[in-house]
Structure formats: C-alpha cells, structure tokens
C-alpha cells in the first residue's frame, strides 16, 4: 500500500519505520526543512515512563501552589482550560488512577520490544544511559506516590525504595543537607536523545527508499475520492499559496502531526479533552565534572527531569496551563522567567554545583497532552485515516510502541495489545 505519514517527529518517524518494516511505500510530509523540530526536539530524555513519571495520577498537582506543584496554572476564565483540569485532577484517586494506567502498561510493554528490536537491528547510538533515580522532599510526597510506587511492582519494573543515605550513597550529587525523605531507584529504566534517534531513524530510511517532502506543510485531508489524498503547500508557515498547492494521494494517511494534529483529523472538541500544553527545558554545560549526576534524577513530585547527555545537563518540566486561545503564542516573558526559574531551582536543590544554570539555554514548546492522559493511537471513522499523537509527557518511546500498533491496523493485522487497550487509546473515545 501507498501510506502517507504526516509529521517527522519521533511518532512520524517511528510509524514510517514500521509501515516501511511492513512492506509498505512510505512518504513521510514535514513542515520544517528537517525532522525532530517539535517537541521532540525539546524531549528530555526519559525513555519510557513509569507510573511515577506519568503526568497525572496522585502526587501529579496535588498542591495548587507552582512552588510545590512544578507546574503553573494561568487558565484565567477559560472554561474548557479549566474543565480539561478537572478531568486530569479526577486520576489523582488511587483507584481511578491504578484503573486508567492499566490502559498505558501494554503500550509500555510494547514499546519496551519495540525498541530493543530496533536497537539489535540497527545498533544505534543514541547516548542511552541506564539509571533513574524519583527523589522525594517531604514524607507526605513519599505516601502519597505510593499507588504509584506499589504499581511498579504489578508492572514488573525493577526498582528499589531508598533512604535518604541510600540515595546520596549511590547518586552522590544528590545533597543529604537539607533533609529529604527518600526516593525510588529505577536501574533499568533508560534516557536517551530522542531527536539524535530520530535523525538516525530518518536517515536509514532514506537510505531504503523512503520518500520525505520536507518543507511541505499539510493544509488539509481530503478522504471521499476513490484514494485518500493530502493537499501539500510549501511551508510558509502552513498557510496554502495558490500555485503552490500540490495534492499527493495515497491507500492510507497516518497523522503524527503533534499539535497539528487535531486540525487535520478534526472532530475532537479540542480544549476539554486535548491541550497544548507549554514545557521547557534547560542544556546547560556540566559545571564540576565530580558533582555530575551518573543517574538521571527526577524531582518525582515536581515532574523535574535532569539528565546528564555527554558534557551536558537536560532539566526538563515546568509546564504552564494556560487559556488555550494564547497557547500558540510565545509565552510571556514573565511566566517565561518563572518557568525556567523553576527548572533552576530544582536544579539547585538536587544536584547542586552540577549544571552553568547561568550559562544554561532555553527552549520551551507544545506538546500534545490529554485529559484522560493516555495517547491516541489507531484507527479513525474514516477507514483510510490513522493517528499516532498525543503522547503528552512521554511520546520518546511510547511513540515507537504506538508506530507499530499503528503500523499493524494499517496492514489489516491485529496489534498485539487487548482490544480494551486499543479503544481506550482511540480517537472515537473523544
Ligand atoms: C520540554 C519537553 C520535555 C519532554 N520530555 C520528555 C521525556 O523526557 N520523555 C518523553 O518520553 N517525552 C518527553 N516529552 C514529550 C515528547 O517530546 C513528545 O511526546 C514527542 O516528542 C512527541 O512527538 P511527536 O512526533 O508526536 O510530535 P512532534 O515532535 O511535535 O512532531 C510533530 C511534527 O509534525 C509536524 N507537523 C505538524 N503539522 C504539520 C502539517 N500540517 N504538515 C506537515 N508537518 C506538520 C511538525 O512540524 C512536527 O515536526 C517532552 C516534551 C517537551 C516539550
């Protein structure tokens, strides 16, 4: 079949890789001039997530306040903004939230022999590194991330429950002043450059005979023909240009478009159950190479993530709700400064001396999050339409898992993960 793959992020890239694997043609329709330019460009590195890194479940804004939450509410009067919270906050019961994760875990599994099957394939490098350490502040923090802590075992996720001694003891940039309560050591769980893998990814496929038009923007989907079709425009932006227009059609459309998505495949009412939501990210230069974490530390309560990439540091978090009306729009630079004031700080506070926080580079963007916080992976109504979007805080590899159960439905075979996971992960659920 002739599939047409919209977006090259790693959800693009990953389903080119497995419907190309499937022995289909594949063209793969980016804006920019490269892949990996959206919120996989900013990613900060944590592979697959666990039930304590998920952003919802119940340590995830428990405290309205951003100082203790790590995240910043700005929705104003914005009803929906507000309504999509509501639902996000309803998954901080225990039940609800242990109920709606057993819908990710086979995603996660998935995702899990995916990536390894790639790996021993292709034998990339990508900087993996093995080692994730959740700290934890207060006692309280610890009791409240025990659903989650518990859901480790269920899962099979190697881990082991840490004193505060423990932790300093086997990640020494952690400081044991001033006191904390503990944390969760996850060893086989990985971070690695998502856009590096991506690139690689990319470039195999070119190298097998993968089509890319970069630098074409997708103005719209047309599905009623005897084919379906995509009408491209160079990318000024997205906006269509008369004589520019160009339509390429095809037996299937996979949209992984990233925030694009819902307006090319339509029918989500968008706020209350999808939102754009800002995250940032700070690369910063290793400051003492002995202060250096060898683990990748999260502040579990905050979603901070600090990973060490070669001579640098990634600290990632601090997303910012706001009314959905302004959340195409660059940020403002107040609520800029505290957003990455907060990165700094959590910095500070666990691995302190380790990152040039000053000499630190910025860079915020859009992802993609849910209010029932799960993916939208599969079919559509429309017979010929597929999406693989929508991976909020965790698309690195769970969009690799996706790309295959994508990859699958387009050929006609029955993905490997139960029938209840794939309707809970459809597009219809909205
Ligand atoms: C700061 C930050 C930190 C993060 N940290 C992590 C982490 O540690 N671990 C993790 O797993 N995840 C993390 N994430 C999330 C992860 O990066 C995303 O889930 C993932 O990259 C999403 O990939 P994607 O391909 O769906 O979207 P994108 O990377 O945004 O790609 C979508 C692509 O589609 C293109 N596109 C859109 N519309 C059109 C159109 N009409 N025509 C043509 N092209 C179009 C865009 O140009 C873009 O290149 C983080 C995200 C951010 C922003």
Not at 30 to 59: M, N
Not at 279 to 299: I, N
Request: hydrophobic share 45%; charged share 20%.
């Amino acid at each position: 079949m002739d599939v047409i793959v919209i977006g090259g992020g790693i959800a693009g890239i990953a389903t080119a890789y497995q419907l190309h694997a499937a022995g289909h043609r594949v063209c793969v329709v980016e804006r920019h001039a490269t892949v990996a330019q959206g919120a996989t460009y900013g990613q900060g590195g944590a592979l697959l997530p666990s039930p304590l890194d998920v952003w919802f479940g119940p340590t995830f804004m428990a405290s309205s306040r951003s100082k203790q939450s790590g995240m910043m509410v700005k929705t104003g009067f914005d009803s929906a903004a507000r309504d999509f919270l509501k639902r996000l906050a309803s998954l901080r019961d225990p039940e609800a939230f242990v109920a709606q994760y057993a819908h990710l875990q086979p995603l996660v599994d998935m995702s899990r022999r995916v990536l390894a099957d790639i790996e021993s394939r292709l034998e990339l490098d990508f900087e993996q590194r093995r080692g994730v350490l959740h700290v934890f502040r207060q006692p309280r923090e610890l009791e409240d991330a025990q659903p989650a802590i518990d859901l480790l075992k269920g899962c099979g996720v190697p881990y082991r429950q840490l004193t505060p001694e423990e932790c300093v003891a086997i990640e020494p940039s952690v400081p044991d002043f001033p006191e904390f309560a503990g944390g969760v050591l996850l060893p086989e769980e990985r971070t690695a450059n998502c856009p590096l893998f991506t690139k690689q990814l990319k470039q195999v496929l070119e190298d097998e005979g993968v089509q890319f038009r970069m630098h074409r923007s997708v103005t719209s989907l047309r599905l009623d023909g005897a084919r379906a079709a995509v009408e491209l425009a160079e990318s000024h932006e997205g906006k269509k240009r008369g004589a520019d227009v160009e339509l390429i059609t095809a037996d299937a459309i996979v949209v992984a478009a990233g925030t694009g998505t819902p307006g090319l495949i339509g029918g989500i009412e968008s706020a209350s159950s999808l939102f754009a939501l800002r995250v940032h990210t700070l690369t910063a230069p290793v400051a003492y190479e002995e202060r250096a974490p060898h683990l990748t530390v999260v502040d579990s309560i905050k979603r901070i993530t600090m990973t060490r990439i070669n001579q640098r540091l990634r600290v990632s978090g601090a997303g910012v709700f706001q009314s959905a009306s302004k959340s195409d729009k660059p940020l403002d630079a107040t609520l800029s400064r505290r957003a990455l004031d907060l990165l700094g700080q959590g910095t500070h506070d666990w691995i302190p001396g380790a990152a040039r926080v000053s000499a630190a580079r910025a860079w915020d963007g859009l992802r993609l999050i849910t209010a029932d916080g799960l993916p939208i992976v599969g079919a559509t109504r429309h017979p010929r339409l597929f999406v693989n979007a929508a991976h909020g805080p965790a698309g690195w590899g769970l969009a690799c898992g996706s790309a295959k159960v994508v990859a699958d439905l387009v050929s006609g075979v029955t993905p490997d993960i139960p029938a209840s996971v794939l309707a809970a992960l459809g597009v219809a659920r909205f």
